[in-house]
């Protein structure tokens, strides 16, 4: 078990009030799993994401990370050696180019800028992106590309834990589907746990294992053994729960 949330309650305080978002969550995340967290705007997807993220920590309860909690661990370590996310926003910074992008975590641990590089390199190849785009810029490529490059540098974080907020949220239908096939492939073939944050119900049925967020809490809805990258499913139908 890679990440686990026991008896997770979160509250924000208004104006006017104060609201329960999360009511004693539980739920746990294996390697080798594309997982997803549905629900509509405002039901507490976000803040279940920062509590695994490390951005920040449970009012109660606990998120623990390999058997040891978040509460006990210095959370920018965490978020640099033990999670990578990436956003709906893509968020490459827009001053470097391609290749760059992904070299920032990487040099970030103290990798020299050649050896960076050529890592770099090698993440951009394995997600689809087209030597010809290693030294532009963002701006100038597709949104399927920009998020491709995003997982790329995921991939440069070399964690195995990755959360997807909204992944396919700014792509049309055909990208979106590329992009799923490509995070189930991280999980499938490289050993990730992707946990897939998104209120997009046909993203349920290409997943694993599927959360619905409801009353502050979250539900499973479906759990099937998981689906080769092809999409073919491992069993013949899927157990509603």
Known sequence: MILELKDVTFSYNTKWNKVDVLKGVNCAFEIGKVYGIIGKSGSGKSTV???????????????????????????????????S?????????????TVENVMYPLELRGMKRKEAEEKAETFLADVGIPEGA?????????????????????????????????????????????????????????????VIVTHDVEVMDKLDVVYRMIGGKLVLVEKKAPAGVDGASGEDGAQKV
């Open 49 to 83: 994401m920062s509590l695994m993220a490390g951005i920040t920590l449970p009012q109660g309860g606990q998120v623990i990370h390999e058997g040891t909690p978040t509460s006990q661990m210095n959370l920018q370590e965490y978020r640099r050696d033990k999670v």
């Open 85 to 97: 996310v990436i956003y709906q926003s893509f968020r490459l910074l827009p001053l470097l180019t």
């Open 134 to 194: 290693w030294h532009r810029f963002p701006v100038t490529l597709s949104g399927g590309e920009q998020q491709r490059v995003a997982i790329a540098r995921a991939l440069a974080c070399d964690t195995h834990l990755l959360l997807a907020d909204e992944p396919t949220g700014n792509l049309d239908a055909e990208n979106s589907e590329k992009i799923i096939d490509l995070l189930k492939q991280l999980a499938y073939k490289r050993d990730f746990c992707v």
